[in-house]
């Protein structure tokens, strides 16, 4: 089934098309570079998986509630207008919404998978592109995963938001290499994380739960290689470089806050949209939601040394300074252990089924 059959909304064009300013950097010198660049390709290497084999795609998405997500974490819950929805109101509501954040990862992971193939061509670290050439491939499994998601069990789909399309037109328009990594390494990826997570900790079906458990053990790895490359390159920046960098961050971290309001789904609701996105904005579920978005993020800007009076106001101004003081390396290895953990019960649930 073409993708085209099942948006929602209207595509105008198929094709998405800008000018990526890339100038190439080949290298000859083959044992340039980091170490714990290189120690990273190895594990990028060792934990290749096939999203055919690994999650079980028999498994279906529950028929009233897709994800089995809490009625909690819908934006209006609890308001009039929803204890004014009838149940079959309700299942469309839960089902378009969830639909939707599952089609923006799908569309971010091509992002994410145009931009790590511009790494490849930018980086001039040997050992950073080396790297760079296994998360292409991570990035195509997960759009993949997300696409069969959507394809054989949602069968519906949202196009990209305005909001998402302009933030990785940011990322990927700009020449330099760092900027990349700190668009989509930093930025994007860190956002990623906290947004798969809270499908992952929360979602009661367990096909949903295990692709975001499964996607997010490579980001965590993508996290880290941005982490890697930036805290060695940043420290040599010039005050005006670092200023830049620093402004491009704050405008970036605002744009994130305040455009995660699934405004395609209210407008196809036919609810008055102007007060849903207003629900939607100020309710207990979406500022938590917002507030978790910059667990991962807040802490890699102290550690790259992004990490200056503006940023420092505009992390202050959201309330999420606290989060500096977090543990990234712990965040990171919950990561895997959650993947690996869902292959353990995966591993029981054969040996039972065999039985």
Known sequence: MTTQKIYQL??????????????????????????DLLNLYEKGKQQQWDTSTRIDWSQELFE?????????????????????????????LRFNL???????????EQGALIATAKIVNT???????????TQVMDE?????????????KFKSAYPITDSLKNLLEQTLSDRRWDMTYLGMQVLIEGLALAAFQRIRDSAKNNLAASVNA?????????????????????????????????????????????????????MRSGLPVKEMLEHAYHSGAMQ?????????IVPILKEIGLFG??????????????YAEIDVEKLIANDLKVADDFDAKKFVNDAIAAE
Not at 13 to 30: L, M, P, R, S
Not at 64 to 89: R, V
Not at 141 to 149: G, P
Not at 237 to 262: G, H, I, K, P, S
Request: aromatic content about 14%.
């Open 123 to 133: 980086v001039p670290d040997m050992n950073a592109k080396f790297y760079a050439a």
């Open 288 to 296: 938590s939601f917002r507030s978790r978005l910059f667990t991962r």
């Open 64 to 92: 009233e509630n897709p994800m089995g997500m809490a009625d909690e974490t819908i934006p209006i819950y609890g308001t009039p207008f929803w204890d004014k929805m009838t149940e079959k109101e309700k299942n469309w």
């Open 140 to 152: 195509a499994r997960h759009v993949e995963s997300y696409k069969r998601l959507i394809h054989e």
């Open 10 to 35: 209207p595509v105008d064009v198929t094709n998405w098309k800008f000018d990526g300013a890339t100038e190439i950097a080949f290298n000859w010198e083959y044992e340039d570079g980091s170490a």
């Open 98 to 108: 969830q639909c939707h954040s599952i089609c923006q990862f799908m569309h971010g």
């Open 309 to 322: 009076p503006k940023v420092q106001k505009a992390l202050g101004d959201m309330g999420v300074m606290g």
């Open 214 to 266: 499964y996607v997010m053990q490579d980001e965590a790895r993508h996290v880290t290689f941005g982490r890697m490359a930036l805290r060695e390159y940043y420290p040599h920046l010039t005050d005006a470089e670092r200023a830049e960098r620093e402004e491009f961050t704050v405008e970036a971290l605002y744009f994130m806050r305040d455009r995660f309001n699934q405004a395609e789904v209210w």
